[in-house]
């Protein structure tokens, strides 16, 4: 079976698919940061950070060689797409999905709410989607993935519930564990077309408080993301009227929040590699002032004054850090691009 139209537009694409390092930042007077450890599942899988980059997965699965120009060509195609394919195959990528996959209902009476995860990696309006596997519909070119898991809280009061829902679950993330086939599996219904992938795992949380709502195999913690809580206001006992908490700025940034704060800067980065194909290490120098605005960020290294440069450069204005009482907290901070 051939894949949808991405298939034949990455028929050259399979020599830029590479992998991605970031080195740790390290603080001026500090030391080196420490990476943040995540369940051994997630340690070993490969993460996605796009819907660009996980459409490029299929490209081995569907790619027709027979329309090499020359039978050189033709060849060198198929020795590519074998070794893509066993790679691919071999591999556990783990995808991160906001609200946008969940269901969430909020019953007062029982004083509970349930969220259900969607399997839908990549529903968006445009381009091809990536579903897990399952009974799935399409209205008005909307997908509607079929549910892969989920769980539900209990609370002391209705009006409790009521809050969480829809003040605390609309933050809610999910990780989600997938292997591509070895066989290819396309998706068709209602004019939207795409893959569909083995769901192998999945965990759903609060990234403000790390809280496992649900979770596939088992996980204690997920990932906590300091900023994901300013917005959240603070249960007074009516569902209505919220009280938002006053927010304590800490005296310096801490390691995980300097590397919360790069996660949009380092997505910027792959695109950048996926971009231009070229390996080596940028380092910038920065400042970051206390109203956690980025006050300076020097670039030097390999890519200085380079395409590749001028995209990282670009990539560093989406940097936003969260306030402190320091004035100015110097870093730096090296992106290795391989």
């Given at each position: 079976?051939?894949?949808p139209?991405?298939?034949?537009?990455?028929?050259?694409?399979?020599?830029?698919?590479?992998?991605?390092?970031?080195?740790?930042?390290?603080?001026?007077?500090?030391?080196?940061?420490?990476?943040?450890g995540?369940?051994?599942?997630?340690?070993?899988?490969?993460?996605?950070?796009?819907?660009?980059?996980?459409?490029a997965?299929?490209?081995?699965?569907?790619?027709?060689?027979?329309?090499?120009?020359?039978?050189?060509?033709?060849?060198?195609c198929?020795?590519v797409?074998?070794?893509?394919?066993?790679?691919?195959?071999?591999?556990?990528?783990?995808?991160?999905?906001?609200?946008?996959?969940?269901?969430?209902?909020?019953?007062?009476?029982?004083?509970?709410?349930?969220?259900?995860?969607?399997?839908?990696?990549?529903c968006?309006?445009?381009g091809?989607?990536?579903?897990?596997?399952?009974?799935?519909?399409?209205?008005?070119?909307?997908?509607?993935?079929?549910?892969?898991?989920?769980?539900?809280?209990?609370?002391?009061?209705?009006?409790?519930?009521?809050?969480?829902?829809?003040?605390?679950?609309?933050?809610?993330?999910?990780?989600?564990?997938?292997?591509?086939?070895a066989?290819?599996?396309?998706?068709?219904?209602?004019?939207r077309?795409?893959?569909?992938?083995?769901?192998?795992?999945?965990?759903?949380?609060?990234?403000?408080q790390?809280?496992?709502?649900?979770?596939?195999?088992?996980?204690?913690k997920?990932?906590i993301?300091?900023?994901?809580?300013?917005?959240?206001?603070?249960?007074?006992?009516d569902?209505?009227?919220?009280?938002?908490?006053?927010i304590?700025?800490?005296d310096r940034?801490?390691?995980?929040?300097?590397?919360?704060?790069?996660?949009?800067?380092?997505?910027?980065?792959?695109?950048?590699?996926?971009?231009?194909?070229?390996?080596?290490?940028?380092?910038?120098?920065?400042?970051?002032?206390?109203?956690?605005?980025?006050?300076k960020?020097?670039?030097?290294?390999?890519?200085?004054?380079?395409?590749?440069?001028?995209?990282?450069?670009?990539?560093?204005?989406?940097?936003?850090?969260?306030?402190?009482?320091?004035?100015?907290?110097?870093?730096?901070?090296?992106?290795?691009?391989r």
């Open positions: 079976m051939r894949a139209a991405l298939a034949s537009a990455l028929l050259v694409a399979p020599f830029l698919v590479a992998s991605f390092v970031v080195a740790p930042p390290t603080f001026g007077a500090v030391g080196t940061a420490v990476a943040d995540f369940d051994d599942k997630v340690k070993a899988a490969r993460p996605i950070h796009d819907a660009k980059s996980m459409t997965l299929f490209w081995s699965q569907g790619a027709d060689c027979t329309a090499a120009k020359n039978d050189l060509l033709r060849r060198q198929e020795g797409r074998t070794e893509r394919k066993r790679r691919v195959a071999s591999e556990t990528y783990v995808v991160d999905v906001g609200v946008e996959a969940f269901d969430i209902a909020a019953d007062a009476k029982k004083m509970s709410v349930q969220v259900n995860l969607r399997s839908c990696l990549w968006g309006t445009e091809p989607v990536v579903i897990g596997k399952g009974v799935h519909t399409v209205e008005a070119g909307s997908v509607k993935a079929a549910v892969v898991g989920g769980g539900s809280k209990t609370f002391k009061k209705g009006g409790m519930a009521q809050h969480w829902a829809a003040h605390i679950a609309t933050r809610m993330k999910a990780q989600m564990l997938v292997k591509v086939p066989a290819l599996e396309t998706f068709k219904a209602g004019g077309n795409g893959y569909k992938v083995d769901v192998v795992g999945y965990r759903l949380y609060d990234p403000c790390g809280d496992v709502v649900a979770a596939s195999p088992k996980s204690e997920g990932p993301v300091a900023s994901s809580c300013k917005d959240a206001p603070a249960y007074t006992g569902p209505n009227v919220v009280k938002v908490p006053e304590v700025h800490p940034l801490s390691t995980a929040q300097i590397k919360t704060s790069m996660a949009d800067v380092l997505v910027q980065a792959k695109a950048c590699y996926d971009a231009y194909g070229i390996e080596g290490m940028a380092t910038f120098k920065m400042i970051i002032a206390g109203s956690g605005k980025l006050a960020a020097e670039q030097l290294g390999d890519f200085t004054g380079t395409p590749t440069g001028i995209c990282l450069d670009k990539a560093m204005q989406a940097a936003s850090f969260p306030k402190s009482k320091k004035k100015a907290t110097p870093i730096t901070y090296p992106i290795v691009l």
